[in-house]
């Protein structure tokens, strides 16, 4: 659109002019004064509009993410949250609270709750995985997270293969000093090599003695590491073992690591005495 000579004079004086305020004629700055109050008060009006126009939504998509041992039903329960709801109403519960009723759940690790558009909520739950499994006194199996929680097998039976321990319940209580000596274990092996984690198929305790033994993915040898202590020296003994026996044939009964500056290993069933 084409500028007039005199309109672009008039704007140019509007916002350049020098002089003093105080020279402006009175009904000139009482004017400018009203279209200011005037715009800003339509923008205050807008704003409020916009906020309960929003307000008087109704949420059309609540998306769960994340959960496979759980049930979105269950997630929905502890959210109080539902199609219903609008989004004056989810915010009012607000969406930390939200996490927070949905963390108190035994088996939910984290949670993070953000809206999603003008008209969604989106949940992403972050559950508590198994970390061993161990055989409960009512013969079947249970796994337990790192942190001691015990998480039912009928709800977490999708998850991949975890170490098999004896000996670390004591009733329907998981002993935590032997977990965490496990979790050490565990992952000073995973810094060392991934595949000493093959030995560490299943772990047997001696809660008399304190002492672990570890019985290979094949089941022929026994890894006796006695206590958990020296951890570290113990693994690079079983990583060196394990370097220089790939090119052996058959496998020793035991393997004794247990002793400082030397490994004792087993005879190998062939080649066993009657006597041994």
């Known amino acids: 659109m084409a500028v007039s000579y005199a ?17 402006m004629n009175p009904e000139a700055r009482a004017g400018a004064i009203s279209q200011l109050i005037v715009v800003g008060l339509v923008l205050v009006a807008v704003l409020i509009l916009a906020i309960r126009w929003k307000s008087t939504q109704h949420v059309q998509s609540i998306v769960i993410e994340g959960v496979k041992a759980l049930r979105h039903e269950e997630i929905l329960s502890l959210a109080s949250l539902t199609i219903a709801d609008t989004t004056q109403s989810a915010s009012s519960k607000r969406l930390a609270v939200i996490r927070d009723r949905i963390l108190k759940h035994p088996y939910v690790k984290d949670v993070i709750v953000e809206t999603s558009g003008i008209k969604g909520i989106k949940i992403t739950v972050i559950e508590k995985q198994p970390y061993i499994a161990f055989p409960s006194s009512m013969g079947k199996i249970d796994y337990v997270d790192s942190t001691g929680t015990v998480l039912p097998y009928e709800k977490f039976s999708h998850t991949s293969d975890v170490p098999i321990v004896h000996g670390i319940h004591e009733g329907s209580m998981i002993n935590r000093k032997m977990l965490s000596s496990i979790v050490s274990i565990i992952e000073m092996a995973k810094l060392k090599d991934m595949g000493l984690q093959e030995l560490l198929s ?20 026994q890894i006796k590491f006695g206590t958990p202590e ?7 003994k079983l990583r060196l073992y394990m370097v220089h026996s790939a090119t052996r044939q058959g496998h020793p009964t035991y393997v004794d690591i247990r002793w400082k500056n030397q490994i004792v290993i087993g005879k190998q069933p062939l080649l066993a005495s009657k006597d041994s």
């Open 202 to 221: 299943e772990i047997d305790i001696d809660k008399k003695q304190n002492e672990y033994t570890f019985i290979t993915t094949d089941g022929e040898t």
């Open 230 to 236: 020296n951890i570290d020296r113990k693994l690079e």
């Open 7 to 23: 309109e672009f004079v008039m704007s140019f004086t509007f916002f350049s002019h020098n002089d003093d305020a105080s020279d």
